[in-house]
């Protein structure tokens, strides 16, 4: 069992900053992929960033150059900082993690066991 707790979100405007944090408990978090997915009102949960086990990152387009995933294994961290934020970005987001997941699987909400309880995220234009 590994428990997920997310802290981080809030107000802002567009173009500001926020960073996400998310708090791992239970297993040996390292051996554990990451990811962030986000889910904005009336909207599909879609996929933001993953960061495997051995710090590989990816993210979808729309992010690419603002958002950065890191992880933390000695404090059992995962972290998404966001800059450059835009209206399109307000959401609430979810941390998750999954036990070593096939890179052609990190993008899918169905390979991660584990989730937070979600942060909201609104960016005001």
């Known amino acids: 069992q590994v428990r997920l707790v997310e802290s981080g979100g809030g107000l802002v405007q567009a173009g500001g900053s926020l960073r996400l944090s998310c708090a791992a408990s239970?297993?040996?978090?390292?051996?554990?992929?990451a990811a962030w997915f986000r889910q904005a009102p009336g909207k599909e949960r879609e996929f933001v960033a993953a960061?495997?086990?051995?710090?590989?990152?990816t993210y979808i387009d729309s992010v690419k150059g603002r958002f950065t995933i890191s992880r933390d294994n000695a404090k059992n961290t995962v972290s998404l900082q966001m800059n450059s934020l835009k209206p399109e970005d307000t959401a609430v987001y979810y941390c998750?993690?999954?036990?070593?997941?096939?890179?052609?699987?990190?993008?899918?909400?169905?390979?991660?066991?584990?989730w937070g309880q979600g942060t909201l995220v609104t960016v005001s234009s």
């Open positions: 998750s993690a999954g036990f070593r997941v096939p890179n052609v699987q990190l993008r899918q909400r169905n390979a991660y066991s584990y």
């Open positions: 239970g297993r040996t978090f390292s051996n554990y992929d």
């Open positions: 960061i495997t086990w051995g710090a590989g990152g």
